[in-house]
């Protein structure tokens, strides 16, 4: 540790330097993560050193650090600008170095850092600020919903219920808010796909397998999200279809939320694939503009009687707001809570200007988008070969998500046409312009087209 610095409560941090209060953000990564991941991986961030303009954070091994970076690093840093706007940045640190690299040396990092505490059924909470009173329906939602509800009704008419949909759409709280309504009267089993590799893995390790059975399969009401996570895990998809076959079997109910159809499932086996296709499917949309005015007047009316305070966002704000965020409903209440936590320190109405200045970089992305995520997004979205992707072969389905790249590529970055042709392959810019025009062209004429292209973009900005 410096000289001169203090240590309270984990946090390091000189004196003069020190305006975060790292316990209250923490209290906030457990509102906004959920219990789970919080106890699991954000509890055990310390706060190393704050500067102006960004965080060090102190983080147990390089495994973990990896991990909250690829998977919770945006919205770790979205949180904390809602605490102090000028920070753009969050550096780690490992404090504890962990050596060795191999397989099982990382399953035992996993181990030590999410070490569970007490039993598995601790690991099976439902939010219950997730539920169906709290979930605002729009026409993107309209289907989900209802049939989430319906589900709540006549257990195993629907089986399984598969909801699907873009990130930050709903589907997490709406597979919650079916848990809530079903737990009292059933044995409500509600599990991520990542936790339920977690499980299996330690499983295995402790040559438990026979509890990892017993626990998964008892369940009346079995709800796991983000299967998509299974995707390439040969030995774990091999027991989901175990335990999906006997849960099926004995007549429970299951409901899985994922990022897109059965069918487009990348990496995942075919009769896992058709057994999900095999009950109900429906999907979430982006949500359109009314959706998400509803939603921000909804959020404003909780939090005034939440905090007994007035929030002064005018009617125009919210327009405002609500036409520039394109991408999902997650980022929605992100801006918002910036916005509020601005209007609240300056204690002022905020003109759409003001909005404008806070929200910069927010549309404009902070996160750099390059030629390279595209193409392995679009490739990988449509499950295909990147290579084959960007080869000259001029199938259609080849050569359309090529051309849906080439239009991304344009949208959404700074490269120039030229240079997007020679990253795909040398290809000439005049060959770019046809695809960019295509694209938009179909993404006006073709619904599918643009709820796929939609969905590619949500996926970009959550990277
Ligand atoms: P997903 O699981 O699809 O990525 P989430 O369920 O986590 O998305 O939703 C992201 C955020 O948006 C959550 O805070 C959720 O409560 C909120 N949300 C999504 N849809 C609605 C809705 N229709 N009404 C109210 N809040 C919503
Ligand atoms: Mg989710």
């Known amino acids: 540790m410096e000289k001169n610095n203090i240590k309270k409560n984990n946090v390091y941090i000189s004196e003069e330097e020190k305006t975060l209060d790292w316990l209250e953000i923490q209290q906030s990564f457990k509102k906004v993560f959920g219990n789970e991941v919080y106890t699991s991986w954000l509890q055990k961030i310390s706060l190393v050193k704050e500067y102006n303009d960004y965080l060090i954070l102190g983080v147990p091994t390089r495994f973990f650090r990896d991990w909250i970076v690829s998977r919770y690093l945006d919205k770790i840093l979205e949180q904390v600008k809602g605490f102090k706007l000028s920070l753009n940045r969050i550096e780690f640190k490992i404090?504890?170095?962990?050596?060795?690299n191999n397989e099982l040396s990382k399953i035992e990092e996993l181990n030590k850092v999410t070490e569970i505490k007490d039993s598995l059924l601790n690991y099976n909470r439902l939010?219950?600020?997730?539920?169906?009173?709290?979930?605002?329906q729009g026409k993107s939602n309209d289907i989900a919903l209802s049939y989430s509800k319906k589900v709540c009704e006549h257990l195993s008419r629907y089986n399984p219920l598969y909801i699907c949909g873009g990130?930050?759409?709903?589907?997490?709280?709406?597979?919650?808010?079916?848990?809530?309504?079903?737990?009292?009267?059933?044995?409500?089993?509600?599990?991520?796909?990542?936790r339920f590799m977690y499980h299996f893995i330690k499983s295995i390790k402790k040559n438990d397998m026979v509890n990892?059975?017993?626990?998964?399969?008892?369940?009346?009401?079995?709800?796991?999200?983000?299967?998509?996570f299974l995707r390439g895990k040969?030995?774990?998809?091999?027991?989901?279809?175990?335990?999906?076959?006997?849960?099926?079997?004995?007549?429970?109910?299951?409901?899985?939320?994922?990022?897109?159809?059965?069918?487009?499932?990348?990496?995942?086996?075919?009769?896992?694939?058709?057994?999900?296709?095999?009950g109900l499917i429906v999907d979430i949309d982006v949500p359109d503009f009314d959706l998400k005015v509803n939603i921000i007047k909804k959020m404003i009316q909780e939090i005034e009687i939440q905090f007994k305070e007035k929030i002064n966002l005018s009617e125009e704000t919210i327009n405002y707001v609500a036409n520039e965020c394109k991408t999902n409903i997650r980022e929605l209440i992100g801006i918002l809570n910036r916005l509020i936590?601005?209007?609240?320190?300056?204690?002022?109405?905020?003109?759409?200007?003001?909005?404008?200045?806070?929200?910069?970089?927010?549309?404009?992305?902070?996160?750099?988008?390059?030629?390279?995520?595209?193409?392995?997004?679009?490739?990988?979205?449509?499950?295909?070969?990147l290579a084959e992707m960007l080869s000259q072969r001029r199938s259609r389905p080849l050569a359309r998500p090529r051309q849906i790249a080439m239009y991304l590529a344009k949208k959404m970055t700074t490269r120039s046409l030229p240079e997007i042709g020679r990253r795909f392959n040398n290809r000439d810019h005049t060959t770019v312009i046809h695809a960019v025009k295509t694209i938009?062209?179909?993404?006006?004429?073709?619904?599918?087209?643009?709820?796929?292209?939609n969905q590619i973009k949500s996926i970009l900005l959550d990277q």
């Open 95 to 100: 404090i504890e170095e962990n050596k060795g």
């Open 127 to 136: 939010n219950s600020n997730l539920n169906f009173s709290n979930f605002i």
């Open 167 to 194: 990130v930050g759409l709903g589907k997490t709280h709406l597979l919650n808010a079916i848990g809530l309504e079903l737990q009292h009267e059933n044995n409500v089993m509600f599990i991520s796909a990542e």
């Open 212 to 228: 990892f059975k017993d626990f998964f399969r008892k369940s009346s009401v079995f709800i796991i999200d983000d299967i998509q």
């Open 234 to 278: 040969e030995s774990l998809q091999e027991e989901f279809f175990h335990t999906f076959n006997s849960l099926m079997d004995k007549g429970s109910q299951i409901i899985v939320s994922a990022d897109r159809t059965p069918m487009k499932l990348d990496k995942i086996q075919e009769r896992i694939k058709s057994r999900l296709a095999g």
């Open 341 to 385: 936590a601005f209007s609240r320190v300056h204690n002022k109405v905020l003109t759409i200007n003001d909005c404008k200045n806070i929200l910069k970089d927010v549309f404009t992305q902070i996160r750099v988008i390059t030629v390279d995520k595209i193409q392995n997004i679009v490739s990988n979205y449509y499950n295909i070969p």
């Open 440 to 453: 938009s062209r179909l993404s006006e004429q073709d619904d599918e087209m643009k709820k796929n292209i």
